[in-house]
């Protein structure tokens, strides 16, 4: 079965930084793109940033020159480093990714991790 995990999440204060990881495992052939959402309470989930299998990027604007998103293939991970952190950055962020899985013939899948609550507060 394959699964995402996501960890690195926590309290921070304002202007702090906090570095996600999202680790795919289980019986992969192929991951294709990798993305970062996050869910504030009361509000729809949103795409916070992503990241192709060929290492393209793309942000909301609302991070953009505070967030980075990077992968390592070898690992199945992806990462988001948050800087410059602000109380409006405070939700459940979740990793989402396109996988094909062994067997391949049932084609590329959508999954989803459980979440990793990140909170910024002083």
């Known amino acids: 079965q394959v699964q995402l995990v996501e960890s690195g999440g926590g309290l921070v204060q304002p202007g702090g930084s906090l570095r996600l990881s999202c680790a795919a495992s289980?019986?992969?052939?192929?991951?294709?793109?990798m993305d970062w959402y996050r869910q504030a309470p009361g509000k729809q989930r949103d795409l916070v940033a992503g990241i192709t299998s060929e290492g393209s990027t793309s942000y909301a604007d609302s991070v953009k020159g505070r967030f980075t998103i990077s992968r390592d293939n070898a690992k199945n991970t992806v990462y988001l480093q948050m800087n410059s952190l602000k109380p409006e950055d405070t939700a459940v962020y979740y990793c989402?990714?396109?996988?094909?899985?062994?067997?391949?013939?049932?084609?590329?899948?959508?999954?989803w991790g459980r979440g990793t609550q990140v909170t910024v507060s002083s």
């Open positions: 289980g019986p992969i052939f192929r991951i294709n793109s």
């Open positions: 989402n990714a396109k996988i094909l899985p062994i067997p391949v013939v049932v084609g590329t899948r959508n999954y």
